[in-house]
């Protein structure tokens, strides 16, 4: 069978080709991607090549697939998982192996296995491990976004609490504590703000800072203080570049104490220091967001870490559990994964999207691989919807939805695009 894919051939190397897979082995299950979710990881893979820990040596003769955020169809599985897998079925996927040691996963290692494709092949590590889900909802791009989700879920459930005088660590945010969220108005950080309201351990308070007003606009937007208010958090939105002293004001929102858990949504060292001087005693600083700088470094109150029990996490993914929950969640209706999406562009876009990825503004970016699409904005939809029939429609579908992507917006998509 043909597959169309974007591969990585070294740094700055992204090429969209047509190549025929092999026949699948018996252990091994041939899928039909839909929908894939751009990753700032993609990029940091596509501008360093065979310097990234993922990729491999020979890739500029092996290349890879990339994208690692993908859902899509079941269209045959072999001999050997026959018996739990069903072809035509949907599936998601747990793209972090972590398999026998590896650092191989989808999107950076394979040269069959990646989002960015019409169709690819699933080695049978995938389902040794348990990574290949089924998926029984209804929108491909919720299964393609659990897994920035599960990356969500998973920092949440990794940061981690003391009891003065023992020596025991409670896992998981303070319920009904005091939470803060910094550079927290991107997808990421929105997709975070989501789960804290909905999740079965909530903060009494959350704080979210940016300093974009155009992003701490679309955030009260999607996550009014009277839906948070619903689910019994106090919601509030800083924008700390117009803030004089920012530390102090954000410490005066708890009345002094500082917050139980601060996640850090930025490589950025401003924004990491700052998330440290808000922590209050056994205070958790989450640093959430990726660097490409191998010596990024920032200060760090150790005073505080001594006396006041402050303490650093840092996560990368989610595991399995966390995909499943994300799954089920949004299956439920309680997390809506579409708050994260800014952009939606065709198999032809993902090679320039990748690698202009930190330039290019919003949120996530969402790629349907059968379809050929530029890269449009959701709030660019009405003013393209004035010379293209197919916008029109998607702009009067979004609009109903309070301008986010959504399940109907997507079967128009995937029936009308060429």
């Given at each position: 069978m043909k597959t169309k894919a974007v591969r990585l051939y070294g740094a700055n190397d992204l090429r969209l080709e047509e190549f025929e897979l092999p026949e699948i082995k018996?252990?091994?299950?041939?899928?039909?991607?839909?929908?894939?979710?751009?990753?700032?990881?993609?990029?940091?893979?596509?501008?360093?090549?065979?310097?990234?820990?993922r990729v491999p040596q020979d890739v500029d003769v092996n290349p890879i697939i990339v994208g690692h955020e993908f859902a899509g169809n079941i269209i045959k599985v072999g001999a050997?998982?026959?018996?739990?897998?069903?072809?035509?079925?949907?599936?998601?996927?747990q793209p972090a192996l972590n398999y026998k040691g590896t650092m191989w996963s989808p999107g950076y290692s394979y040269m069959?296995?990646?989002?960015?494709?019409?169709?690819?092949?699933?080695?049978?590590?995938?389902?040794?491990?348990?990574?290949?889900?089924?998926?029984?909802?209804?929108?491909?791009?919720?299964?393609?976004?659990?897994?920035?989700?599960?990356?969500?879920?998973?920092?949440?459930?990794a940061n981690y609490h003391t009891e003065m005088g023992k020596y025991v660590h409670k896992m998981g945010i303070?319920?009904?504590?005091?939470?803060?969220?910094?550079?927290?108005?991107?997808p990421m950080g929105l997709g975070a703000i989501d789960y804290a309201l909905h999740c079965d351990r909530r903060p009494k308070m959350l704080v979210v800072t940016d300093i974009d007003d155009e992003r701490l606009k679309r955030a009260r937007q999607i996550f009014t203080k009277e839906e948070a208010e619903k689910c019994g958090v106090e919601l509030i939105f800083v924008n700390t570049a117009k803030e004089e002293n920012p530390v102090e004001y954000l410490k005066s929102l708890t009345g002094g104490t500082g917050f139980d858990d601060v996640f850090a949504f930025a490589p950025v060292r401003e924004v990491v220091e700052q998330a440290d001087k808000i922590l209050g005693r056994d205070g958790c600083l989450n640093f959430f967001a990726g660097p490409t700088d191998t010596n990024f470094s920032a200060m760090i109150n150790l005073y505080n870490v001594h006396y006041s029990y402050t303490h650093v996490m840092g996560t990368t993914g989610g595991n399995t559990d966390d995909l499943i929950e994300a799954l089920q969640m949004t299956e439920k209706g309680l997390i809506n994964p579409a708050v994260m999406v800014t952009h939606i562009g065709g198999i032809d876009c993902v090679a320039d999207t990748v690698l202009n990825l930190p330039s290019i503004p919003g949120g996530k970016k969402l790629i349907y691989t059968h379809i050929n699409m530029e890269l449009t904005a959701i709030d660019d939809f009405e003013k393209k919807g004035e010379t293209n029939p197919h916008f029109k429609k998607l702009a009067e579908i979004v609009k109903r939805h309070n301008g986010l992507w959504c399940a109907e917006a997507e079967k128009y998509l995937l029936e009308n695009w060429k």
């Open positions: 018996d252990d091994e299950i041939l899928v039909e991607v839909i929908s894939d979710s751009v990753c700032m990881s993609t990029y940091k893979a596509a501008i360093q090549g065979k310097k990234h820990k050997k998982w026959k018996d739990k897998f069903k072809e035509g079925s949907k599936f998601a996927l069959y296995f990646g989002g960015d494709a019409t169709y690819n092949i699933i080695p049978q590590e995938v389902m040794e491990i348990g990574c290949l889900l089924e998926y029984k909802g209804e929108a491909y791009y919720d299964a393609s976004l659990a897994e920035p989700m599960s990356c969500i879920i998973g920092a949440f459930h303070v319920e009904g504590g005091k939470m803060a969220l910094l550079a927290g108005a991107g």
